[in-house]
């Protein structure tokens, strides 16, 4: 009896962490970093607790529906996929009925959170995320355009005017300005990353910009976007939301991200283009944490 107890125990763990996966929390994590900066940013300090708490939680669960239903419609394309085929479902951890249910569940369970705890605003803007990755993104143009993570991409981004909405219950010029910070990283972080898959994006027929167009014509569409970034990220001291500190991380970060891009431009290697998906991540905290920083500092 106590052995097959024991057995038991791995086992209830090994599921748990398969509908874990299903959320893919490597990316939640950032999503909530930039959630939390634009409520501290809103109101110049941190909000209530319960709020703060409320919205981490809620946006945690909204990018784990909209992640786990993305898996459950692409399980698919998942098993031909080298870094996809070891996902829950690929890897039959999780049954495809369960994982829809557990999707949509967290999803409702999500803009409940909003609801009650934090505000109307939040939970239509978390919805809109969530329908937004799903329908638009999922269902529709990642098989259907090299355009893919441009569209796409602003569903990422929601998770700022969430943050603001919770804090604040409202919106405004600052909020749509980090926005466009998100939107327009998004191609360069994603772009860099398909270069390295390409033969993967390949094998499962979905049309990335490296597969449709090519090598060169990706590598200018990263430094095309590295340089709409670096501009628009000025964007939030011309309306006068940043100051002097901001302005000169924006212009070290992003001036580093479009030397890296026209770095892999020139050398046209992999290793480069891991570098260039590396340090997009960076780019994203750090100038979220320069805008936190430089609204202390004033």
């Not at 599921?15 to 501290?40: D, E, Q, R, S, W």
């Not at 994982?99 to 569940?105: E, K, M, P, R, Y």
């Not at 705890?117 to 969530?130: D, G, K, Q, R, T």
């Amino acid at each position: 009896m106590q052995h097959a107890s024991a057995a038991a125990v791995p086992s209830r763990r090994a599921t748990v962490a398969a509908y874990i996966n299903l959320m893919k929390p490597h990316v939640t994590v950032l999503l909530l970093g930039v959630t939390l900066a634009a409520m501290a940013i809103a109101v110049n300090g941190m909000p209530a607790l319960g709020v703060t708490l409320a919205t981490m939680i809620g946006g945690a669960l909204a990018a784990g529906s909209a992640n786990s239903i993305n898996c459950y419609w692409d399980r698919d394309i998942d098993q031909l996929m080298s870094r996809t085929r070891t996902r829950s479902l690929p890897a039959g951890r999780v049954p495809e009925t369960y994982a829809l249910v557990f999707g949509i569940g967290l999803g409702v369970l999500s803009l409940s959170i909003f609801l009650v705890f934090v505000n109307l605003l939040s939970a239509i803007l978390a919805a809109s995320a969530i329908l937004f990755y799903v329908v638009v993104y999922t269902m529709w143009l990642k098989r259907t355009t090299p355009q893919n993570i441009v569209i796409g991409g602003a569903a990422g981004a929601v998770p700022v005017l969430i943050g603001w909405a919770a804090a604040t219950g409202t919106m405004s010029w600052t909020a749509v300005w980090m926005f466009l910070i998100i939107f327009f990283w998004t191609p360069p972080h994603f772009w860099a990353l398909s270069l390295v898959l390409k033969k993967d994006y390949a094998r499962a027929g979905i049309p990335m910009l490296p597969v449709v167009r090519g090598d060169s014509a990706t590598y200018r569409q990263i430094i095309f976007y590295a340089v709409v970034l670096l501009l628009s990220s000025l964007g939030l001291v011309i309306i006068h939301s940043m100051g002097i500190f901001y302005l000169v991380s924006a212009l070290l970060l992003g001036g580093c991200l479009l030397g890296l891009s026209i770095w892999l431009g020139i050398t046209r290697t992999l290793k480069n283009a891991r570098t260039v998906f590396w340090f997009s991540n960076y780019y994203l905290a750090l100038i979220f944490a320069a805008m936190v920083l430089d609204r202390v500092l004033r």
